[in-house]
């Protein structure tokens, strides 16, 4: 079976109305996935808008779906455009900052909220992170500024788990 197949295949397997966006079901995530995966450089660019805003709402909400969203945005990025590569990492960041259970509480407390304990995927979720640490470091000395930049920021980010930071 050709890698893309099986990929849509796999994406396709997910129970998607089982999740939830920042917007609610995740049952738009699949196209949005498949739409980074565009040759259109335009349509990937959208889309990592899309699954950035629903998955990990402005570095301070994260979704169930990002999860299940994550190894497939992965694979997305060593063959991504270097403007699509800039947003999966930006994607990939978000989720570093809204798993980290210290800041989420430093930043429920800042707006004055009673930050509730973090289901277990959100654990989970940084686990599989952590795990993807060294596919990602290798972006740190990109020649593209901004991806080295949003790459950094994601080693910086996980390093702290390490204590490497």
């Not at 890698?3 to 995530?29: C, M, N, Q, S």
């Not at 996935?33 to 990937?44: F, G, H, Q, T, V």
């Amino acid at each position: 079976m050709p890698p893309e197949t099986d990929w849509r295949t796999r994406l396709h397997a997910v129970a998607w109305p089982t999740f939830h966006t920042i917007y609610g079901a995740a049952d738009k995530v699949p196209e949005q996935i498949e739409r980074l995966n565009s040759p259109d450089e335009k349509i990937a660019l959208a889309a990592a808008g899309d699954l950035r805003a629903g998955l990990c709402h402005q570095q301070v909400q994260i979704a169930s779906a990002a999860l299940p969203a994550f190894p497939f945005i992965m694979e997305m990025l060593p063959s991504s455009r270097e403007s699509v590569t800039v947003e999966i990492l930006e994607i990939l960041v978000g989720f570093a900052i809204t798993t980290d259970p210290v800041r989420m509480q430093k930043f429920a407390s800042a707006v004055g909220k009673r930050r509730m304990p973090s289901p277990g995927w959100v654990a989970e979720l940084r686990r599989a992170l952590q795990m993807e640490l060294p596919r990602i470091a290798v972006f740190v000395t990109h020649e593209n500024p901004t991806v080295a930049e949003f790459a950094k920021m994601f080693v910086d980010e996980m390093g702290k788990d390490t204590g490497s930071a």
